[in-house]
């Protein structure tokens, strides 16, 4: 018996999150009026929010950043592991020893080494992801090759955070770049760092963990709310 699986999922109408700070800093979206320091914070923490459940579930992304995280009305926002992705921002992935295309720059040191990704190294990635908002949208280590961040991420020498991020935020950028990944921060601790700065106009609307992503693989066994599939 055939039967066809559909997935379904909640509609995001706008754009990647990458996207939606470039284009703001270029002002090419002026409908949007967005970005703010508010509004900034209000998209690290649905993405902290969301890559709770996502840790709670044991799930590793591996591959966290602006360019996975989705935008729709209110912005709102959704962690997402779209693999069209990797074709628009090709110059976000870098080969390593002959093996598949890589997220260098979001890349743990353990991670670039040994190959070993976990949940530790999804916050050194979502370190990386709040350079991303809070510079709007610049690609890190912007004017060095993938060659050379290699090394700069061996030798210790990490991102500068950028001059408009909030103490918390730079606070939460430190804690997901320690060496040793059982020195990081965990979600549920950054989550609790940012979370008090919510704004106040969003505080009726805060997302619930599990409506903070969507699966887009063939991997369907971790289907939060919004994610219904059809046999």
């Given at each position: 018996?055939?039967?066809?699986?559909?997935?379904?999922?909640?509609?995001?109408g706008h754009v990647f999150v990458k996207t939606l700070i470039i284009s703001k800093i270029r002002k090419l979206l002026w409908s949007y009026n967005y970005c703010t320091n508010a509004d900034l914070i209000w998209i690290s923490v649905q993405i902290a929010n969301g890559m709770v459940y996502l840790s709670s579930q044991h799930f590793v992304h591996r591959d966290l950043a602006t360019?996975?995280?989705?935008v729709g009305d209110n912005l709102s926002v959704k962690i997402s592991d779209f693999g069209m992705s990797r074709d628009i921002y090709t110059s976000d992935y870098y080969k390593v020893g002959g093996t598949r295309m890589l997220p260098i720059r979001w890349m743990a040191?353990?991670?670039?080494?040994?190959?070993?990704?976990?949940?530790?190294s999804d916050v050194w990635?979502?370190?990386?992801?709040?350079?991303?908002i809070f510079t709007f949208g610049k690609?890190?280590?912007?004017?060095?090759s993938n060659d050379?961040?290699?090394?700069l991420i061996l030798q210790g020498i990490l991102l500068s955070p950028p001059e408009n991020?909030?103490?918390?935020?730079?606070?939460v950028m430190a804690g997901s770049w320690k060496t040793e990944p059982r020195d990081r921060l965990t979600f549920p601790e950054v989550y609790d760092m940012i979370s008090p700065h919510i704004p106040e106009s969003r505080m009726v609307a805060t997302p619930s963990q599990d409506d903070s992503y969507i699966q887009m693989?063939?991997?369907n066994y971790l289907l939060p709310t919004g994610v219904t599939v059809v046999s």
């Open positions: 018996m055939f039967f066809l699986h559909i997935i379904q999922i909640d509609f995001c360019r996975n995280c989705l040191p353990e991670s670039i080494t040994y190959g070993k990704f976990s949940l530790e990635a979502y370190g990386v992801l709040l350079w991303e690609q890190p280590y912007y004017g060095h050379e961040v290699v090394k991020s909030p103490p918390f935020i730079c606070s693989d063939n991997d």
